[in-house]
């Protein structure tokens, strides 16, 4: 990464529309330190949507939760969403300020996080770089950042990762998820006792709406539940990463089923490779949950579906990856 001093950046003048757009949003807050926090936040996001702009990127400020009052109410957020691509977080940054403190209900669903530092005035505003993910810590200390060069760069292979994920979803058959219900599971996908250890069939627990299901336990005597796994190797060359992907089943109604997505290290490992990431894609190919692998043993995300919908799930480690394609 390149330290933010020596990078390119970009200053957008924060003239009166940026002003009275923030100044609309601050009075509808009666606590006058979250007043401050939306104002600013306001900014940020006016700043970033004016240079994507001048970059010929597609935004929508109004698809995005930071135009919603309500929602600026709840959560200390500034995102934006890119259109086609996903949301990208504004995080502001004061002056003389080195280290960001990023909001943990942001540091996911993200496409990226872009660094915006204020004059003192409030005048202009700078953005300084740009980062893919946000450190463990929920912590960005600016020196870290990658230059904005970096993040168009990042885009554009978003927009062709899209464009070849809504061709593989042409060409490739989806795996039909509420048929598993029925005894009727698509080629390659086995049992959970032929993937993983002991430990970790009974380590198997998906949680759902603030209830917890194990699906290792005696998963064979019960038609409420249902789980199958799929073994992948992220590898190259000579040198083999094999993982499971477990997929587990939970009918909520009778047009709802929740999904549990959890992958497991095999083939003798203990944790997963290092930033190894998950993520789930709605129909469109767009990122609607992520996590990543930390020296993690294993990594989940859990969602609901309804009957008929598509989605994918696409399991990356460096420029290998895996892209799944499911119907419910």
């Given at each position: 990464m390149k330290d933010f001093s020596e990078s390119l950046t970009f200053t957008v003048p924060l003239n009166s529309e940026a002003r009275q757009r923030a100044e609309q949003f601050l009075r509808k807050q009666r606590n006058p330190q979250k007043a401050k926090q939306?104002?600013?936040?306001?900014?940020a996001v006016f700043a970033v949507n004016f240079y994507l702009r001048c970059m010929g990127i597609q935004t929508s400020w109004s698809e995005s939760l930071s135009s919603q009052p309500a929602i600026q109410t709840l959560m200390d957020i500034a995102?934006?969403?890119?259109?086609?691509?996903?949301?990208?977080?504004c995080l502001p940054v004061l002056p003389n300020q080195k280290v960001i403190h990023v909001p943990p209900e942001v540091c996911s669903d993200r496409i990226g996080y872009l660094a915006v530092q204020f004059d003192s005035s409030l005048e202009e505003a700078t953005i300084l770089g740009f980062m893919k993910t946000v450190p463990s810590s929920f912590?960005?200390?600016?020196?870290?950042?990658?230059?904005?060069?970096?993040?168009?760069?990042?885009?554009?292979?978003?927009?062709?990762?899209?464009?070849?994920?809504?061709?593989?979803?042409?060409?490739?058959?989806?795996?039909?998820?509420?048929?598993?219900?029925?005894?009727?599971?698509?080629?390659?996908?086995?049992?959970?006792?032929?993937?993983?250890?002991?430990?970790?069939?009974?380590?198997?627990?998906?949680?759902?709406?603030?209830t917890e299901h194990s699906l290792a336990l005696h998963p064979e005597n019960s038609t409420s539940w249902v789980q199958k796994g799929k073994l992948l190797d992220l590898g190259r060359d000579s040198k083999s990463q094999p993982i499971a992907l477990v997929v587990g089943l939970i009918p909520a109604s009778s047009e709802?089923?929740?999904?549990?997505?959890?992958?497991?290290?095999?083939?003798?490992?203990?944790?997963?490779?290092?930033?190894?990431?998950?993520?789930?894609?709605?129909?469109?190919?767009?990122?609607?949950?992520?996590?990543?692998?930390?020296?993690?043993?294993?990594?989940?995300?859990?969602?609901?579906?309804e009957i008929g919908e598509t989605f994918s799930v696409k399991i990356a480690l460096g420029d290998i990856s895996f892209t799944e394609v499911f119907l419910t």
């Open positions: 939306v104002y600013l936040n306001t900014l995102d934006l969403e890119v259109i086609g691509l996903g949301k990208i977080e912590e960005l200390n600016l020196s870290q950042l990658s230059s904005l060069e970096d993040l168009l760069i990042h885009l554009n292979q978003l927009t062709n990762s899209q464009a070849w994920h809504e061709d593989a979803i042409k060409v490739q058959q989806p795996t039909h998820l509420s048929q598993w219900f029925m005894n009727a599971v698509d080629a390659g996908w086995q049992t959970i006792e032929s993937l993983l250890n002991p430990q970790q069939q009974t380590e198997l627990v998906f949680r759902f709406r603030g709802e089923i929740n999904i549990g997505i959890k992958v497991y290290p095999t083939g003798g490992q203990n944790y997963l490779p290092e930033e190894l990431e998950l993520t789930v894609l709605d129909e469109a190919g767009i990122s609607v949950m992520q996590a990543m692998a930390r020296n993690t043993k294993s990594i989940q995300l859990n969602f609901s579906s």
